[in-house]
């Protein structure tokens, strides 16, 4: 228990301390000092939270939208070769437990073409039946469109490419493949026109602005193979499972089949935002850091006006903990109410950034976010409050760190000589 009160603080310590936080003439300066501290802190640790937030947002908004159009594991043929038994893997596949869908995939590359504009483009050969799976893009697709593809054989694309190539529902592409056909008068490459059924907006720049899919009897027409695939998707219920139903394939599969799962495939992307996360808790860290050097530098000012308090203090019977509990709790004052006051002022901005985002963008007449560099249409934000709490925690760690040095330096004023000159 006594050593329990070294660490509570009684009232009489906590007026005192509360009376040196507070503005004097005398000590204007000091308290500039500690408001500029105060300040500091609140900007770093509400910087730190928003930044966080948005990094996780990010992280999060990219898996969905990967996941949201892709598989959670793709099987590919070994040395590159395509799947000729497709069939026969899919039924295999579809009793795995965890597995919600099985859908084979042709992809390619082409040229697309229309009256004012050329593009190079991915092409997708899908059936009508495994665009549920792709559950991002289902969810984009109106009526239309899904009738249009399923009935006509018409081409779905993504809405920012329509928006480059100027392409309405109705209107024809002209998509040129990078193989070949003889004829009489040389070798020539194969063309064909598609009429556009409807687009897709999945919320991510680089399929919204590349991917075309096409009925699966034309994508094998037009990239001139027959009953054969280039890869398989797998779709489970949920990402977690992951690993556990490639064990699974892995023992089930012909050894000349190859699995990747999603995190494999995107691994720049995933590496990249853990690197760049990491890097920025360390650097705006650096911003609370700074902060507390403020209260340092202030702490110490208060203590040398405050001498001969302390003197009086001491020749009262005050005890060196007293005086270090005193000073201790007016720099922990400042921190605890900068730390919570910054949490609050960054959870406030990462719930509402993107329409902070939109207002700025406005005013300033310029696009601050650019989906063509972030791959994302929108700012993101999420927030993970585990994260905030250790922010907090960082925060009001290094604010009794820097209260320590000040603290112990009041603590070994002499009365005699404080009281001297008195």
Known sequence: MKHMSNFIFNETERTIALRYIKSRRVEGFISVSAWFSLIGIVLGVATLIVVMSVM???RTELVERI???NGHL????????LIENYNKIVSQISDTQNVVAVTPYLEGQALAKTKNSISGIIIRGTKWSDLPAKKLL?????????????IKQNIILGYRLAQRLNLRVGDYISLISPNVMETAIGVLPIKQNFMVGGFFDIGMYEYDNNFIFIP????????SIKKIAHGIEIFLDNPKTTQNVYDDLISKLDENLTIIDWKK???????????????????????ILVATFNIISSMIMLVQTKKSDIALMRTMGASKHFVIRIFMLTGSIIGIIGTII???????????IETIRNFVSSLFGQELFSPQIYFLSTLPSNINFNEVLIVMVLSISLTLIASMFPAWKASKISPAEALRYE
């Open 216 to 223: 699966w009897e034309k994508a094998e027409k037009f990239l």
């Open 138 to 150: 289902w969810k984009s697709l109106d009526k239309t469109a899904i009738n249009n593809f399923k």
């Open 265 to 287: 495939r995107n691994s720049s992307f995933m590496n990249a935002l853990d690197v760049e996360k990491n890097v920025m808790f360390v650097i705006l860290t650096l911003i």
């Open 56 to 58: 996780n947002g990010f």
């Open 74 to 81: 793709i099987v590919y043929k070994k040395n590159g070769l």
């Open 67 to 69: 996941l949201g159009i």
């Open 342 to 352: 910054g949490a609050i002022l960054g959870t406030i901005i990462s719930i509402n």
